[in-house]
């Protein structure tokens, strides 16, 4: 109350002044001052930074860290490092780092991701600097990695959806659906389910991922690649299985992936749908567990794939350098090594499995086999909304998990939802 | 509160289901990182007492030594991020107890507002900010982050505080000839030191807790926290239950010893200024 | 800060008569002496919470996507309308309010008759004094980590314990309850906040004037009119001040939230903040997710200035 008016409107206007001064310097943005450098002459010295979701991974991580050691010891140029993104908010914490700016300088990132990614040109074009032929790159992965045109990654892992089981609850594998549900309520006794999958809104990702095999199993697809195709007939078939399965009580509800996969490791789940990644964690938790892993069991010959792709991040200072690691990543003999980290997944190019790892492994060449019948799990057509397209249906699925409504009901308003979503 | 009598064995019993509650869970993420697999999956019987026979996945975690290096990243964000807010604090806080002047209420009123404002809805544009003057990347940045969200609350601890010293006491300061500066620092912080110690910890936690900025905001993993440390052993394939309750439990043990030790201060001073106030 | 040479200096000539000058100048200095005090503070929050507040408010009428965001498109009011147009939103917000009004009804509660216990004289008081704060100091993302592991459906200790006493939360446990998801995310919070109060209060107890009560009993006042008459004058602003700490800090509370349960089962536990974080990372909507954010400080201005009046006039009626 003891100033006067004219000196609050001098101070206030300063404030005001300066605010607007630190508006404006935030407001205006810089773009990447990355220069393209002159690839010809190799890569400038660099320490570059690497987000995998795998580098946090007890059982794959250590793996992955040794093979990027030896990297670092080839050479005296590059040295990559792991970044540091946990891999619960992984998604979120890349892009928003990316969308302002920054971010790793080489990113594993699941499908939905990438394709957001891609089409909003965060990503660097690797048209000339990835030589497809000579790589022996293998196509079927390969040709989800560019869009209009122009390629954005490669491949990094590609691990195809199987059913692991347990050889000592399950001497048996189901042949059908039906042995499959037979085999999940024989299997269930005490503290040992029959099965297990994801089914709560915190894995929503692992919801999507889980659900992906049932739809592909029962002949339906997201889409016909121009149309969402979400409450067609056979999409809600797939999904009534995934239904029956919860309700019979032969899952451990309410639990999480972490929880669940050590009891599978620990012989309390019977069978559980899961991608060829997990034989390493698996044997890694459990090295006397003793399991198997053969073909889902459903009518139709086709499951999900995680296929995760490496990129270069369109904002990165060294893209050569970047480029550099992953073209030595890309050569046979670290495939192979690759390829021994990640387990039972394939990697960018065709690789021999050692006799070592098939006498630990003897299912491995069944796995690989799955490569051609993989699909990835975006919705074909619309990549760059899977990610919200995922969000819609498995909110609805499990709204009729918890009893709120009927598959069909569920799936119809997932459909309407989505339209809005893609404006068709 | 000496009248209402309630038996002494009945508070101490009472007391000590109060304290159960309170300690259990820690307790609990002890026993939990000591089990070994098949007694956390076995829903027939449970141990409640720890496995001591597996003490060492504590002195794994800590070889390890990028669980030392989280931690330390934390104490430093969290220490400074308690300096700067007490530093900024502290004037702002005796200004708004001491000075009537156009604006106060405003002022007041946004402290409270700011206090409000979730991480999540200003960390793309803060990120913005971050790039622009090159505080990405850095412990110093996050400092600044957390700053900015601890401020505000310590500013309003801190003139209640001040608010509650007689006013005659810097009356008579100045009366001798002190200026603001001089009051302040001489006759007002002592004075209100334990309500700056309880602002101090909650300036502390806040920084000690915070995720969402020191995710985003931090690349290198050598300047990762420890929140984000802990929250990197949930795996996409596989999370070992036992080495997060250890990792978590290591990240809890350093924010307990400190509030424990803190708060003799706070608990001690605050009462002898509430008396006089 | 450039220190302007002189201005608190030329207050501190002493008054010969003090006391009609204290009622105009309060503490002395030139008028500009406050402002010197609020500079580093203020100027500090405008480019750290202001500017980018005021960006928030520019996004929330664009479409801003978080891959682009300074790509804008002046969309309007379309966002609040399609956000105000959502029923879900409508359960969010319900939801907000009751996790708000019970986290502070239930933490001032029970934080409240801890105090009162750990007032009294009792062996070993210093230890509990000391002991029942643990909670409060444990970091949000390790309590959220046991708290999930203590409630899982099948091998947490207090899912067991539940159906050992006869409440069976059903084979999905607590926390994928759409019933019961809230009251187990508001249990965990509680448990943590509940400490905090009663230190605060217990302090603020320690300015009961016990001649004060002494007299009351004297005059033949029961317990209960005791505690009303004396020491709940005592605590009432102490009580407002940590219930506006509690309203501010459940509306952001966001990690523990976040880890427990995403905001799930059916939405059951998407507060305002879960609801603007998943629009803003996981939609990567920025524009829906700064036009919740907008609703949220709406809420919040109605809660500060609400909680200003009722203590307005809980001052003038007293």
């Known amino acids: 109350m003891s100033l006067r008016p004219p000196r609050r409107g001098r101070s206030i206007s300063v404030l005001a002044a300066i605010a607007v001064g630190v508006t404006v310097l935030a407001a205006c943005s810089s773009g990447p001052s990355a220069s393209s450098g002159n690839s010809s002459a190799g890569p400038q010295p660099a320490t570059i930074t690497f987000a995998a979701s795998t580098l946090g991974d007890p059982g794959r991580g250590p793996g992955l860290q040794k093979l990027i050691d030896e990297y670092n010891a080839s050479q005296k140029v590059v040295t990559v490092q792991p970044a540091a993104v946990p891999y619960p908010t992984f998604g979120q914490t890349v892009l928003t780092q990316m969308g302002g700016g920054e971010g790793p300088d080489l990113v594993r990132f699941d499908m939905p991701e990438f394709a957001t990614a891609s089409s909003s040109g965060l990503l660097e074009p690797l048209d000339d600097k990835i030589d497809a032929a000579k790589l022996k790159l293998i196509p079927g992965p390969d040709k989800y990695l560019s869009v209009d045109g122009h390629r954005y990654g490669v491949v990094f892992e590609n691990a195809n959806y199987a059913m692991f089981y347990n050889k000592d609850l399950v001497p048996n594998p189901p042949k059908t659906f039906d042995e499959f549900v037979q085999t999940a309520k024989n299997t269930t006794k005490g503290d040992v389910y029959g099965l297990a999958f994801r089914q709560t809104q915190a894995e929503e990702a692992g919801v999507w991922q889980d659900i992906f095999n049932y739809v592909l199993g029962f002949g339906g697809d997201w889409s016909d690649g121009k149309k969402l195709t979400l409450d067609s007939p056979k999409v809600i078939e797939g999904l009534k299985a995934y239904q029956q399965l919860y309700d019979a009580n032969v899952i451990p509800k309410g639990a999480d992936a972490a929880t669940f996969r050590k009891m599978f490791a620990n012989g309390k789940v019977g069978m559980e749908l899961n991608n060829g990644g997990y034989v390493t964690a698996t044997s890694s938790a459990n090295a006397n567990l003793n399991f198997s892993v053969s073909r889902i069991p459903f009518p139709e010959k086709k499951q999900g794939t995680l296929l995760a792709p490496m990129v270069v991040n369109a904002n990165s200072k060294h893209k050569d350098a970047a480029l550099d690691f992953m073209n030595w990543l890309l050569q046979p003999a670290q495939q192979v090594k690759l390829q021994g980290v990640l387990g039972a997944s394939s990697v960018a190019s065709p690789t021999e499995r050692s006799a070592e790892s098939l006498k630990k492994f003897p299912f491995l060449p069944a796995l690989d086999e799955l490569t051609d019948s993989g699909v990835p799990q975006i919705v074909n057509g619309f990549g760059p909304q899977t990610a919200d397209i995922r969000h819609i249906v498995v909110t609805e699925v499990l709204a009729a998990l918890q009893g709120q409504q009927d598959m069909a009901t569920a799936m119809a308003k997932a459909q309407k939802q989505a339209e809005k979503l893609v404006g068709q | 509160m000496r009248q209402i009598r309630f038996g002494v064995t009945a508070r101490a ?161 100045r009366v001798d000839g002190g ?10 912080l002592p004075l209100i030191a334990p309500a700056i110690a309880a602002a101090a910890v909650i300036a502390f936690f806040s920084a000690w807790n915070e995720y969402v900025f020191a995710v985003t905001f931090v690349f290198d993993k050598s300047l990762q926290p420890a929140s984000v440390g802990v929250a990197g052993f949930i795996g996409e394939q596989d999370t070992s239950i036992q080495s997060i309750m250890a990792v978590g439990l290591l990240f809890t043990l350093p924010a307990v010893v400190f509030y424990l030790f803190a708060q003799r201060y706070v608990v001690s001073g605050m009462t002898a200024g509430a008396v006089k106030g | 800060m450039a220190r302007s040479p002189g201005p608190a200096g030329e207050s501190v000539s002493i008054p010969s008569s003090p006391l009609p000058q204290r009622r105009r100048r309060r503490a002395a200095g030139s008028p500009w002496t406050p402002y010197l005090f609020l500079a580093p503070a203020v100027l500090y929050l405008v480019i750290f919470q202001l500017v980018p507040l005021l960006q928030e408010v520019w996004l929330s009428f664009t479409k801003t996507t978080l891959l682009n ?14 956000v105000m147009a959502n029923p879900a939103f409508r359960q969010t917000l319900l939801t907000t ?25 009792f062996p070993g008081r210093a230890v509990a004094r000391s002991l029942v704060t643990v909670p409060w100091a444990a ?75 002494e007299a009351a009993q004297v005059d033949g006042a029961g317990r209960w009119m005791t505690f009303r008459v004396v020491t709940w004058q005592v605590l009432k602003p102490t009580i407002g001040l940590v219930a506006v700490l509690m309203t501010i800090w459940s509306l952001r509370r966001f990690e523990l939230i976040w880890l427990m349960t995403r905001g799930g089962p059916l939405g059951s536990t998407r507060t305002l903040v879960i609801d603007l974080y998943a629009q803003a990372f996981e939609s990567k909507q920025l524009g829906t997710a700064a036009a919740v954010g907008m609703v949220g400080i709406v809420i919040s201005l109605i809660v500060i200035i609400g909680a200003r009046l009722v203590a307005r006039a809980a001052a003038k009626e007293a």
């Not at chain 2, 700067?84 to 209420?105: E, T, V």
């Not at chain 2, 200026?179 to 007002?188: H, S």
């Not at chain 3, 965001?69 to 399609?82: I, L, S």
Request: glycine share 8%; net charge neutral.
């Open chain 2, 13 to 173: 019993l009472a007391v000590l289901v109060v304290l159960g509650l309170a300690i259990f869970p820690v307790y609990w993420m002890f026993v939990t990182a000591l089990a070994p697999d098949e007694e956390l999956f076995r829903s027939t019987s449970v141990n409640l007492l720890p496995d001591f026979s597996r003490f060492g996945i504590f002195g794994d975690a800590l070889a390890d030594g990028r669980v030392a290096r989280w931690l330390l990243n934390s104490v430093i964000v969290a220490g400074g991020t308690t300096a700067l807010s007490i530093g900024l604090g502290i004037p702002l806080g005796y200004a708004l107890s001491r000075f009537a002047f156009r604006g106060k209420a405003a002022v007041g009123l946004a402290l409270l507002f700011t206090q409000m404002l979730p991480e999540a809805l200003l960390v793309v544009p803060l990120f913005a900010v971050f790039r622009r003057f090159d505080l990405l990347n850095s412990l110093h940045g996050l400092i600044l982050a957390d700053t900015a969200f601890a401020l505000p609350v310590v500013a309003l601890i801190l003139k209640g505080a001040i608010d509650g010293v007689p006013r005659e006491l810097d009356e008579a300061a």
């Open chain 3, 97 to 121: 309010l009751v996790y708000v009004t019970a986290c502070v009804v239930g933490s001032v509660g029970l934080g409240l008759l801890v105090a009162l216990l750990l007032n009294g004289r």
């Open chain 2, 179 to 188: 200026r603001p500066p001089t009051v302040l620092a001489r006759i007002i």
């Open chain 3, 69 to 82: 965001p300074n790509f804008n498109v002046w969309v309007g009011a379309a966002n609040f309308q399609a």
């Open chain 3, 139 to 213: 970091p949000g993302i390790a309590v959220a980590l046991i708290a999930t592991w203590m409630f899982n459906p099948q091998f947490g200790i207090l899912t067991r314990t539940l159906r050992a006493v006869g409440i069976d939360p059903g084979p999905n446990g607590v926390l994928d309850n759409p019933r019961l998801a809230l009251a187990a995310v508001l249990a965990t919070t509680i448990w943590q906040l509940v400490p905090f109060v009663s230190v605060v209060l217990l302090s603020a107890l320690q300015g009961v004037p016990q001649e004060l009560v």
